[in-house]
């Protein structure tokens, strides 16, 4: 019996195709209902007038910042976990009192006995603004003429320099310098599921059913900000409807929440319309400016630079990753070991910025593969050619990377290699040349990445065994929506050498799950399946032995295969399921292992082709997306397809159509209906393959990660199509049709 | 139907087969009255401009939007949910492709697919993928990129050919 390996059907599809899915939205709970004001300027001093507010039916209360920060105690901060708080300088984030820094911002809040009213008391609620001076734009906030927060005095939230060899002597020996400006437009990961909270707080215990990413971080962040202790704190994560990295922050939308469960002492929900989704989280927004050397063979020497992340109003609790994580992996699979890059972090007056899926990969990727493509372009290389120069090769593996990192495992050149067979990339590229000659502006493109993902540093699982053999596992992953915990329960079930059919995987409830991280940075199948078959091999261990007390036998005298203890010398056999049943009947009762497994990153790569054609509007589409990747061991097959997929398409999505237009009072100037969320029309065909001969991470599962390979190396790959396609030189994403048709 | 501020209207809609005879604000959309009134969680709202396709339901046989469409408007007619498409706990040939085929990811846009697929093949069995792709392009999946969701329609429209 194996399931590893194979693409097993999704264990719990059943509820989501018959409608019987339950988000956060859908829970039945006597709960009111709230609703926010928002500010309409971009910074400045405002007045709260509730009266007009108070007298609409069913509004029950109208809170103040003032009001419902007594009860916020502590405010947002970053994520400790991954990010040293020590060099940033962060103002305080809580709901806002008297000045608001960013238009959208949350300024009242509004309690109704439901949602229709609780929309009519928000906009009934007389706000009087004193305006101040605000700075929309990155470039002319990091000349700190005006200031986002006076107290920091100071727009840069963060300056590290990352510097690596001589990066001076390297651009004075290379043969050539060119300059580079390379940047991505703000996005909005826009999941399905707008964000949902609702808290119930009985005068002791405090129950939060929450759409997020990671229910554990966020007990401790609520049980720091609200004072309560964590065992009196429930986070239940009930199904969640897309994430993307965009559910793993705080909002003051959601303390505000919790604040006024526990001053009205009733429980309150929100849910985000759309439009509040698309201002709860913005991503992306990056430059980097330099200049690179190299020599004539096509050899990249040197990277130097400045790369300026924007921040919004504040630092949201995920943003401080790209200003570090960036930076080094700049350099990518490549070579190249003399680099200097200033990174920068700048507070702006516009919506606060989180990670979206890649989170610094994609920006690093897209960075180092321009960089690749414009050495190409300068020598006239080709695309694949200048990479196999600068590759590191696989006997240098393990490689150290000019910034420390540890590259595992890999063979770059040869994935390259078979990629561009197997993708038929060369034959695509004639056929696109045979195509322009015709009049028609097609264009064939490729970029590589490599990606760092697993991130550590410890992830939970428990095997419990229960009384007629079936089996619980519990993960502090939280997968939602990309399947693991299908894979998962293969894993165990080969582990456990059980039918899959016996085995239940539950995630995502503070109270059913001792600890946990969470899913994010496709780390879930290798770090939490890892813990999975850790606590079942410990699980499996415990069940020999209670078959061996049954048995009147040593442990060692008893082997397992094939759901039975078999007495090895008297050929004596017990079931799994007699043994589970055993288990139940002596001292201790119960068979539960649990463990708290520690891992590190690990280096998937990969390489992806986009095909494209532009039309005589401008407007480009993405015709054909095939990817070739080695993601480590592949444990269900479809699974991972599915995650190329759906990254590719937001890939098409960040490249070619969405920008969060950010208008000159600060404002988001796009909808959901004109932010153009790529639908099937505008979505590619898929092509997907994995590397037969693949490379391990040093996880038991052996895999590595796929979950934002096309994201990361998407947008480079069809930028690289289009300037095929129409012999522009582009630089950034989106690129819209007007650069297009000139 | 006149109806004087604050007051409801009263409206007889058949929803799934069962007949409703309720009291509703008229500025009530249909499908916060499919999911608060009736209880009718299946039809999902992921946006406030029309957009995303989530909340799609059949009003006497057709697809709409039922964030587009206030619940007194549904006065008289028959309307059919995801949880009206699969009875006695089997699913339906298309709820199955759809599960067969990878199709759903995060599953919040896939009552809204399935509920559109469902009209798509009732007007006409054979299919094409183009065609496929444009019929569905009402409906928004920000997991899938949609090529298991159009092999999921095609395999639908065989099954319900055979």
């Not at chain 1, 960089?371 to 120069?389: F, G, P, W």
């Not at chain 1, 502090?476 to 059980?498: F, N, R, S, Y």
Request: net charge neutral.
């Amino acid at each position: 019996m194996s399931y590893s390996g194979k693409s097993v059907k999704r264990l719990y599809d059943d509820k989501f195709v018959t409608g019987r899915s339950t988000y956060v939205d859908d829970l039945k709970v006597n709960a009111l209902y709230a609703a926010f004001v928002r500010s309409t300027v971009p910074h400045g001093r405002f007045k709260v007038s509730k009266e007009d507010a108070l007298k609409v039916k069913g509004v029950i209360a109208v809170y103040t910042g003032s009001e419902l920060n007594q009860i916020i105690k502590e405010g947002i901060g970053p994520w400790t976990t991954y990010i040293d708080p020590r060099p940033w300088k962060i103002p305080k984030w809580k709901f806002a009192e008297h000045e608001t820094k960013y238009n959208g911002e949350p300024i009242a809040m509004v309690i109704a006995t439901d949602k229709y009213s609780a929309r009519d008391g928000a906009d009934a609620v007389n706000v009087d603004y004193e305006t101040m001076d605000a700075v929309i734009d990155m470039e002319r906030a990091s000349k700190n003429e005006i200031l986002v927060h006076k107290e920091l005095g100071t727009n840069i939230g963060y300056e590290g320099n990352f510097n690596a060899g001589d990066v001076e002597k390297a651009l004075a020996n290379a043969d050539r310098r060119v300059e580079v400006e390379i940047g991505n437009n703000r996005l909005i990961p826009s999941p399905m599921e707008p964000r949902g909270i609702i808290s119930q707080y009985d005068g002791i215990n405090l129950t939060i059913w929450y759409s997020t990413q990671i229910p554990h971080f966020a007990r401790s962040e609520f049980s720091r900000i609200f004072g309560i202790p964590e065992s009196r704190i429930r986070v239940i994560m009930p199904d969640v409807g897309g994430g993307f990295g965009s559910k793993a922050h705080f909002i003051p939308e959601e303390l505000a929440v919790i604040a006024s469960s526990i001053k009205l002492g009733r429980p309150v929900r929100w849910t985000a319309t759309r439009t509040e989704e698309m201002m709860a989280t913005n991503s992306r927004h990056n430059v980097f400016k330099g200049e690179i050397g190299f020599k004539n063979d096509g050899t990249l020497v040197a990277i130097k630079g400045t790369l300026d992340v924007e921040l919004g109003a504040y630092l949201t609790y995920t943003e401080g990753l790209q200003p570090t994580i960036i930076p080094p992996m700049i350099p990518g699979p490549y070579k190249v070991r003399d680099l200097a890059i200033k990174s920068r972090a700048i507070y702006t007056n516009t919506i606060p910025i989180t990670m979206y899926r890649g989170a610094s990969r994609p920006e690093a990727t897209f960075i180092i593969e321009r960089i690749m493509s414009t050495v190409a372009d300068e020598l006239k290389m080709d695309d694949v050619e200048v990479r196999l120069r600068n590759l590191v090769k696989e006997e240098q593996m393990p490689y150290v990377n000019p910034f420390g990192l540890k590259y595992d495992t890999g063979d770059y050149p040869t994935l390259l290699k078979e990629g561009v067979k197997v993708m038929e990339y060369n034959k695509m590229k004639e056929w696109a040349a045979e195509e322009r000659r015709k009049g028609k502006r097609v264009g064939v493109g490729l970029a590589f990445y490599l990606e760092i993902c697993g991130f550590g540093p410890y992830e939970f699982a428990e095997t419990r065994v229960t009384e007629d053999g079936s089996v619980i596992v519990s993960i502090g992953g939280t997968p939602h929506g990309q399947g693991t915990e299908t894979a998962i329960a293969q894993l165990v079930a080969d582990e456990l050498q059980i039918p899959i059919e016996k085995i239940k995987v539950v995630w995502g409830d503070s109270d059913a799950v001792p600890s946990g991280t969470g899913t994010y940075g496709s780390r879930t199948l290798a770090i939490a399946g890892s813990a999975a078959v850790a606590s079942s091999r410990q699980a499996l261990e415990k069940m020999r032995k209670v078959a061996a007390r049954s048995m009147k036998a040593d442990v060692e005298e008893i082997e397992y295969r094939n759901g039975e203890f078999v007495h090895k010398k008297e050929g004596k056999k017990v079931t799994w399921d007699a043994v589970a049943r055993e288990a139940y009947s002596g001292r201790e009762p119960g068979v539960t292992a649990s463990v708290t497994l520690e891992g590190d990153v690990t280096f998937p790569y990969g390489v992806h082709m986009a095909v494209v054609e532009v039309d005589d509007y401008g407007i480009a589409k993405v015709k054909e997306y095939r990817a070739y990747d080695d993601i480590g061991r592949v444990i269900n097959p479809a699974l991972a397809e599915g995650q190329v997929h759906g990254g590719g398409t937001q890939a098409v999505g960040q490249a070619l159509y969405e920008l969060a237009i950010i208008n000159e009072n600060g404002q988001l100037a796009v909808t959901y209906a004109d932010y153009f969320v790529p639908t099937a029309v505008e979505a590619p065909k898929f092509k997907s393959y994995f590397a037969e001969k693949y490379h391990p991470s040093a996880y038991l599962t052996k895999s590595k990660g796929v979950g934002e390979a096309s994201l990361i190396v998407g947008p480079a790959a069809i930028v690289r199509a289009l300037e095929d396609a129409t012999g522009k030189r582009l630089n950034k994403t989106p690129v819209l049709p007007e650069e297009l048709i000139k | 139907m006149l109806v004087e501020p604050g007051q409801k209207a009263k409206i007889k809609v058949k929803v799934n087969g069962v007949l409703h005879e309720v009291e509703v604000e008229p500025r009530k959309l249909l499908v916060d009255f499919l999911r608060e009134d009736l209880n009718l969680t299946g039809s999902k709202v992921g946006c406030d401009t029309s957009t995303c396709g989530a909340c799609t339901v059949l009003v006497d046989g057709k697809s709409v939007k039922s964030c587009t469409m206030l619940a007194v408007q549904a006065d008289g007619k028959e309307i059919v949910t995801i949880e009206g498409l699969s009875s006695d706990s089997k699913l339906s040939p298309i709820q199955q492709a759809f599960k067969d085929n990878f199709a759903l990811q995060c599953g919040f846009c896939t009552a809204g697919m399935i509920v559109q697929t469902h009209y798509i093949l009732s007007e006409r069995k054979e299919i094409t993928e183009e065609e496929a792709r444009d019929l569905i392009h009402g409906n928004i999946c920000r997991c899938t990129g949609y090529q298991n969701i159009i092999n999921a329609i095609m395999d639908a429209s065989r099954r319900m050919r055979q």
